[in-house]
T-cell receptor
């Protein structure tokens, strides 16, 4: 019954490495989102996509890029990881229209950058 | 700009106690939506409720109830007779005219047996 799958639960990377976080949803949702979760700061939106090959910057896009080549897959890319990108990353998806913003989340990917 | 404040970062209660999680929001939009999500230890946020700005009726779902008051810009969440399984981080969120949700900082609830 898994609906939003994030490929890695835990990753440890070194400063300067390129990091890919993958997210797949099987609900045919138009919208997909990447959030970052840090204690006391809640969830902050990095990027979102409302259609294939479309992307919009969220609140904190610096240092990140995204790719959406297929409707079901939304990837977050850290071109050169830095220690301040150590965090929990959450992927989510939703329908457009009335169902918008009732997000379905994945279990999260905890990234540590050394 | 919109903002959501959850002033309680952590709450600890004993099982069967009632507990209220506070949420205060700021927005200039006249039409907006408010949400509560639960994040259990497994990590996956779970949607609990959505309210729109024109519907101020309180809602009850089992042991959960929500009190929406536009006059104080608050959307508080009460758990009655708390259980250990209620232990989680709870997030309040707001969507205004834009397409993005703004989340509060979250409240960690610990229910002890």
């Amino acid at each position: 019954d898994v609906k939003v799958t994030q490929s890695s639960r835990y990753l440890v990377k070194r400063t300067g490495e390129k990091v890919f976080l993958e997210c797949v949803q099987d609900m045919d949702h138009e919208n997909m989102f990447w959030y970052r979760q840090d204690p006391g700061l809640g969830l902050r939106l990095i990027y979102f996509s409302y259609d294939v090959k479309m992307k919009e910057k969220g609140d904190i896009p610096e240092g990140y890029s995204v790719s959406r080549e297929k409707k079901e897959r939304f990837s977050l890319i850290l071109e050169s990881a830095s220690t301040n990108q150590t965090s929990m990353y959450l992927c989510a998806s939703s329908y457009t229209g009335l169902g918008a913003n009732v997000l379905t989340f994945g279990a999260g990917s905890r990234l540590t950058v050394l | 700009a919109q903002k959501v404040t959850q002033a309680q970062t952590e709450i600890s209660v004993v099982e069967k106690e009632d507990v209220t999680l506070d949420c205060v929001y700021e927005t200039r939009d006249t039409t907006y939506y408010l949400f509560w999500y639960k994040q259990p230890p497994s990590g996956e946020l779970v949607f609990l409720i959505r309210r729109n700005s024109f519907d101020e009726q309180n809602e009850i779902s089992g042991r959960y109830s929500w009190n929406f008051q536009k006059s104080t810009s608050s959307f508080n969440f009460t758990i009655t007779a708390s259980q250990v399984v209620d232990s989680a981080v709870y997030f309040c969120a707001l969507r205004g005219a834009g397409n993005m949700l703004t989340f509060g900082g979250g409240t960690r609830l610990m229910v002890k047996p």
